[in-house]
C-alpha cells in the first residue's frame, strides 16, 4: 500500500517559469492537501481539495497559484511565473474522510527552489 | 490571533533521558491536536494525536498531554534515543462542526537533538 507519493522531490525553476507539483494520494483517499513550508517555518495550508472540487482555498496566494485535483489523476499545484519567494518545500496529505481527525497521511514533499 | 506556537525552538536531552516539547494554542475552539516528527528532508509523520475531550492519552514512549484551561499541549517521549532527533510540531484542529475541512494550523516546529 503506497503512501501519498509527491513529484517531482527536487524542482529548480527560473524566475518567470512556471512549476507544476504532482500528488497521488494513498489507495481509497479522495480528499487531498496541499501545504507550504518555508525554511525553519511550520507548514502553512494552502488548499484542500475532494475530487473535481476546491473545497477551501483559503490559504492560497491570490495570484499564480492554482490547484486541481481531476477525476483521474494527481492532484496539481500549479505556480506561474515563479519568483524567489516561491522557495519552499510543498507537502501534499491526503485523507479518506473530510477532517483532519480521519487519518491524514503526509507525502515526502516538493521542493522547489527558485534561481 | 488563532496560532500554535512552541515555547523552544532546540532541545538538547541525552541519550536515555525523557524530553518534553511544549505547545501553546490560542483557539479555544481548537477540537484536536495532532503531533507530527520530520525529519530532515521528508515529510511530517504523525505520532500521536488528542481530543479536547480527553487531557492524556499515551503511545509507545510517547505521551501528549491537553491543559485547555491555559491552552497548552506537551509531548512527552520517554527514553529517547538517537532516532528521535527531528523537528517536532504540534499542529491543531478547529472545530467547524459539519464543514470541518480537516484545515490544520501548525506551530514553528522544536529541534529535539539527542546526545549520545
Known amino acids: 500500500n503506497a503512501g501519498v507519493m509527491q513529484n517531482p522531490r527536487h524542482l529548480v525553476r527560473r524566475r518567470g517559469q512556471e512549476a507544476r507539483l504532482r500528488c497521488s494520494p494513498m489507495k481509497g483517499h479522495s480528499h487531498v492537501y496541499w501545504y507550504r513550508q518555508l525554511p525553519e517555518e511550520g507548514l502553512k495550508f494552502m488548499v484542500y481539495?475532494?475530487?473535481?472540487?476546491?473545497?477551501?482555498e483559503s490559504g492560497m496566494p491570490k495570484e499564480r497559484f492554482s490547484a486541481e485535483f481531476p477525476k483521474e489523476g494527481p492532484s496539481i499545484l500549479r505556480i506561474q511565473q515563479v519568483v524567489r519567494g516561491d522557495s519552499a518545500a510543498y507537502f501534499c496529505?491526503?485523507?479518506?474522510?473530510?477532517?483532519?481527525?480521519?487519518?491524514?497521511?503526509f507525502g515526502s514533499g516538493t521542493r522547489l527552489t527558485v534561481v | 490571533g488563532e496560532s500554535v506556537g512552541l515555547h523552544l525552538p532546540t532541545l538538547s536531552v541525552q541519550e536515555g533521558d525523557n524530553s518534553i516539547i511544549n505547545c501553546a494554542y490560542s483557539n479555544s475552539a481548537s477540537d484536536y491536536f495532532i503531533w507530527y516528527k520530520q525529519e530532515s528532508g521528508k515529510g511530517p509523520q504523525f505520532i500521536i494525536d488528542?481530543?479536547?475531550?480527553?487531557d492524556k492519552r499515551q503511545g509507545q514512549r510517547v505521551t501528549v498531554l491537553l491543559n485547555k484551561t491555559v491552552k497548552h499541549l506537551s509531548l512527552q517521549i520517554a527514553a529517547t534515543q538517537p532516532g528521535d532527533s527531528a523537528v517536532y510540531f504540534c499542529?491543531?484542529?478547529?472545530?467547524?462542526?459539519?464543514?470541518?475541512?480537516?484545515?490544520?494550523?501548525f506551530g514553528q516546529g522544536t529541534t529535539l537533538q539527542v546526545k549520545p
Open positions: 481539495l475532494q475530487k473535481e472540487n476546491i473545497i477551501d
Open positions: 499542529a491543531e484542529n478547529l472545530d467547524h462542526g459539519s464543514s470541518n475541512t480537516g484545515k490544520l494550523i
Open positions: 488528542i481530543r479536547s475531550n480527553m
Open positions: 496529505a491526503s485523507s479518506p474522510e473530510a477532517g483532519g481527525n480521519y487519518g491524514y497521511t
